[in-house]
Every structure is written in C-alpha cells, then in structure tokens.
C-alpha cells in the first residue's frame, strides 16, 4: 500500500496558513529553521498469541546547517507541548 502523502502536504498547508494568519502582516518576519518529524508504523507480523506486532520509526528533514540549533528548538517544542494544548501550533 503507498503512503498517503495528503497528510504530510494537509500538515505543512495548515501550518503555512497559521505563518501567514499570525505573521503574514509584519514587515521583517521570516521563516528560520523548518524541521518535520514524521512517525513511520510498520506491521512486523505476529506474535505469539495472534496480535499483530509494529514497529515505530522516526524519520527527520531539516535546513538546518547547526545540530545545537535543532536540539535547542526540539527541547522549545518538549516545553511547549507539556505547557499546555496548543493544538495545531
């Protein structure tokens, strides 16, 4: 089965239109550092009681030239989620 590429292109096309609602208007503003995380779900077959087992997978895109960059952002974005909803941030 190929993988659904509407919900990766629906996340960054509701995060460009955020951009654009929240910043869109300022005069100076640009977009800095762009990271995706994407969490891959594979079936591994089953186990020994007949329930299907996944594995979990990670997979990371980013323009940053600085690995300390994107581990400061990263740990921004831990604090941010444990401080509240912000749903769709």
Not at 25 to 42: A, H, Q, S
Not at 43 to 71: C, K, T
């Amino acid at each position: 089965m190929p993988l659904d590429r509407a919900i990766l292109g629906n996340m960054a096309s509701g995060q460009m239109e955020a951009l654009e609602r929240d910043y869109g208007d300022e005069d100076g503003v640009e977009i800095g550092t762009v990271m995706t995380l994407v969490e891959i779900i594979k079936p591994e077959g089953l186990d020994e009681h007949g329930n299907m087992r996944y594995s979990s997978l990670i997979r990371r895109r980013h323009n940053a030239p600085d690995p300390f960059r994107l581990v400061g952002i990263l740990d921004q974005s831990i604090h941010e989620i444990l401080a509240g909803p912000g749903i769709g941030s």
